[in-house]
């Protein structure tokens, strides 16, 4: 049997993110071959994935960065079975190493993320490793991107919880961009403005509001101009431009902006969260 030397144990670590002792068989059942050893918890990897396909992720990490130049954000989120595995210290390493190639590669979507380069292989592949390591599922669930003049990313203590804003103008106060990345995150608008409103959810809520009111008793010639109004405060309360701003509810968000620069106002943004 081949010598298995612990500077070996360590390489095969770094590049796998396996176990010490999990590493040191590796080796020692392909007697030394590096790449065999690889394959080895490659293979492993990919058979408890297997079995725990069915398994639910719903735990992880959300995490959201940009570039040094604040041109351009992504946010993506690691799901893990149990929040036991989101807390790890190599799997919160391993979703910031998939975040840090994202911000540099600039993927196109989810599919193009995983198929990208880490440490030797595709990322998806690299996850799949990682599901050997831990036992459980581990899924790459989420990535969006935003490019923009200026683009902030917020991350809610605990990482269940992130934003990524873009802006039409730079150089402003970094904590107006910080204030309406927590705004998003704190009142969940649905779209940037009413006139970005999907028609299928307008149609909705219309008639949700036509429903709430038949049910109140109100006459049918009523229902329409009742639920007219009813979306108008749905506008006001769930588009980010129209709602209060959380720490002055005398303002808009829109006035908020505009009182930093006429030309200032979002292009865009994401916000993802778990479990809250």
């Given at each position: 049997?081949?010598?298995?030397?612990?500077?070996?144990?360590?390489?095969?670590?770094?590049?796998?993110?396996?176990?010490?002792?999990?590493?040191?068989?590796?080796?020692?059942?392909?007697?030394?071959?590096?790449?065999?050893?690889?394959?080895i918890?490659?293979?492993?990897?990919?058979?408890?994935?297997?079995?725990?396909?069915?398994?639910?992720?719903?735990?992880?990490?959300?995490?959201?960065?940009?570039?040094?130049?604040?041109?351009?954000?992504?946010?993506?989120?690691?799901?893990?079975?149990?929040?036991?595995?989101?807390?790890?210290?190599?799997?919160?390493?391993?979703?910031?190493?998939?975040?840090?190639?994202?911000?540099?590669?600039?993927?196109?979507?989810l599919?193009?993320?995983?198929?990208?380069?880490?440490?030797?292989?595709?990322?998806?592949?690299k996850?799949?490793?990682?599901?050997?390591?831990?036992g459980?599922?581990?899924?790459?669930?989420?990535?969006?991107?935003?490019?923009?003049?200026?683009?902030?990313?917020?991350?809610?203590?605990?990482?269940?919880?992130?934003?990524?804003?873009?802006?039409?103008?730079?150089?402003i106060?970094?904590?107006?961009?910080?204030?309406?990345?927590?705004?998003?995150?704190?009142?969940?608008?649905?779209?940037?403005?009413?006139?970005?409103?999907?028609?299928?959810?307008?149609?909705q809520?219309?008639?949700?509001?036509k429903?709430?009111?038949?049910?109140?008793?109100?006459?049918?010639d009523?229902?329409?101009?009742?639920?007219?109004?009813?979306?108008?405060?749905?506008?006001?309360?769930?588009?980010?431009?129209?709602?209060?701003?959380?720490?002055?509810?005398?303002?808009?968000?829109?006035?908020?902006?505009?009182?930093?620069?006429?030309?200032?106002?979002?292009?865009?943004?994401?916000?993802?969260?778990?479990?809250?």
């Amino acid at each position: 049997m081949a010598e298995i030397s612990a500077a070996d144990v360590a390489k095969l670590r770094r590049v796998t993110l396996a176990g010490m002792m999990d590493c040191k068989k590796a080796l020692e059942e392909s007697e030394g071959n590096f790449d065999k050893a690889i394959e080895i918890i490659r293979k492993k990897g990919q058979a408890v994935a297997n079995k725990r396909a069915d398994r639910e992720a719903t735990e992880g990490a959300v995490l959201s960065k940009v570039t040094a130049d604040g041109k351009f954000g992504a946010i993506i989120t690691l799901n893990s079975e149990t929040d036991f595995v989101a807390k790890n210290a190599d799997f919160l390493a391993l979703a910031n190493k998939i975040l840090e190639i994202a911000i540099t590669k600039k993927p196109a979507d989810l599919d193009a993320l995983k198929s990208l380069s880490m440490d030797g292989g595709k990322i998806g592949d690299k996850i799949i490793e990682y599901v050997g390591i831990i036992g459980e599922k581990i899924e790459l669930a989420y990535y969006e991107k935003i490019e923009a003049a200026h683009v902030h990313a917020y991350i809610h203590p605990g990482s269940k919880l992130a934003t990524l804003v873009g802006f039409t103008k730079d150089g402003i106060d970094i904590q107006v961009y910080k204030d309406i990345a927590m705004q998003i995150a704190a009142m969940n608008p649905v779209a940037i403005d009413k006139d970005f409103v999907s028609p299928a959810m307008i149609a909705q809520e219309i008639e949700i509001g036509k429903e709430q009111a038949r049910r109140d008793g109100k006459p049918e010639d009523m229902l329409e101009k009742i639920a007219q109004g009813k979306l108008t405060k749905f506008f006001k309360e769930s588009t980010l431009l129209n709602q209060e701003f959380i720490k002055d509810n005398k303002m808009t968000i829109r006035q908020y902006l505009q009182s930093f620069s006429k030309d200032l106002t979002v292009t865009d943004f994401k916000r993802f969260s778990l479990n809250l």
